[in-house]
Each structure stands twice: as C-alpha cells, then as structure tokens.
C-alpha cells in the first residue's frame, strides 16, 4: 500500500547541477503534480500532468522540467539548480470523480515530500 | 484568478476547546470544490476535509466541520474538542472545475495556519 512514493528524500546540491526527483503512485491515478513548499508561501504548482504524455505548467514553472513517459511516474528535472529552488518538493495525484452534477476531482493524495538544499 | 487567503499565520488554543482557522477565497467559477489539508511536523500533507460548491450541507468529519458561507466566500475550518496531536499546520486550498478538460484537478493553496494546542 505504497501509495505516492517520492526519491530521494534530502539532497544536497552545488549551484548548477543538475538533478531529478521522480515520483511514482500506485493508485493508477490520471493527474499527477509537483509542488513546491517554502515558508509563509503555502503550496505553489510547478508543473502538473493530465495523462501519459502530458505535461502543463503551473504557476512557478521556471527552471524546472517535467515528464510523464509512464502513467505512473512524474519526473521532475532541475537542469541547473539555483539556490532560489532550496526547498520541499512535494508530488500528489489524484482522480476523477463524478458526483452527478459536476465532475469533480477527488482530494490530491500527497507523498512524505523531498528536501532540497542548494548552495 | 483564483486566490486563497488564510489570515492567521499563527493561533493556539487549550486543549478540549474548539476553534476556527479561517479561510477566504476569490474565484469566478461557479462550481468548485475547497479542502483542509493537516500538515503536522513529520511533514506529511494529510486531507481533512472536502466542500463542494454546490453542496447545501456543511461537511463534517469526525472533529472537523467546515462552515461554508458561499455569499461570503469564506470556508472556515472549525476543530472541535482540541487535542495536543492537532498541534500542526493546516492549509485551506481550491479547486475549481474548469470548462476546459486539460484543467485538471490541480489545487490552489493558501498560506497556512499554525496551529499549537496547549495542555
């Protein structure tokens, strides 16, 4: 019952590298999100994917990219790593639901998050 | 453009006692659907609480109850009987259904409310 699984857990980067952090569900999920987690900012999308082969930004887009080669895993890519991108990473998916009178998404199903540190 | 504001940044609250963590929210949309995520210190998001907009009712679950003022766009979130595992921050967020398919169900997340129970 793994649910939404993120690795790695904590890394530490110099400035300019590059990394991925992939997550994977098992609820067979369509939607899946990166978001990320700064203090006194809340949540803030990144990148979101309706399917298997597609991806859209979301509202802090830059210096990230995304892909969904497999129904079950997001990637997300930092090319270049800049210390302004320190900070919890956080994948979710969820599902349709339809509730009779509007289709609805269900509630974001999280993982435990991935710490980031860039100096 | 859809917003979610929770104004208290900080509350605390006696043990046994209930309270209320604010949430405001701006959208245009007329169906839409608000949640209450727990955070507590390990990290995790945990989902608490769903509204829909079309729903007449207020929802409940267990302790926690969400009173929903639609005119005045406000989806408080009120712990009854609090206990010192409440002790976390709680995030209001936004979904809304969209007329475009690829919207998804991606969700708008307000700033947080720390919350601190005391014995």
Not at chain 1, 21 to 46: F, K, S, T, V
């Amino acid at each position: 019952n793994a649910g939404v699984t993120q690795t790695p857990k904590f890394r530490v980067l110099k400035t300019g590298q590059s990394m991925t952090l992939l997550c994977a569900q098992d609820m067979n999920h369509e939607y899946m999100y990166w978001y990320r987690q700064d203090p006194g900012m809340g949540l803030r999308l990144i990148h979101y994917s309706v399917g298997e082969g597609t991806t859209a930004k979301g509202e802090v887009p830059d210096g990230y990219n995304v892909s969904r080669l497999k129904k079950q895993n997001f990637l997300l890519g930092l090319e270049s790593a800049a210390p302004s991108q320190t900070s919890v990473y956080f994948c979710a998916s969820s599902y349709e639901r339809t509730t009779g009178r509007v289709t609805n998404t269900g509630e974001l199903f999280f993982g435990e998050g991935s710490r980031l540190t860039v100096l | 453009a859809q917003k979610i504001t929770q104004t208290q940044p900080g509350m605390f609250v006696q043990e046994k006692e209930a309270v209320t963590l604010d949430c405001t929210y701006d959208t245009s949309d007329q169906s839409y659907g608000l949640f209450w995520y727990k955070q507590p210190s390990s990290g995790e998001m945990i989902f608490l609480i769903y509204q829909g907009s079309y729903d007449e009712q207020n929802a409940t679950e267990g302790r926690y109850s969400l009173n929903f003022q639609k005119a005045r766009k406000s989806a408080n979130l009120v712990i009854s009987a609090s206990q010192l595992g409440d002790s976390a921050m709680y995030f209001c967020a936004m979904r809304e259904a969209g007329l475009i398919y690829n919207q998804g169900g991606k969700l708008i997340f307000g700033q947080g409310t720390e919350l601190s129970v005391k014995p």
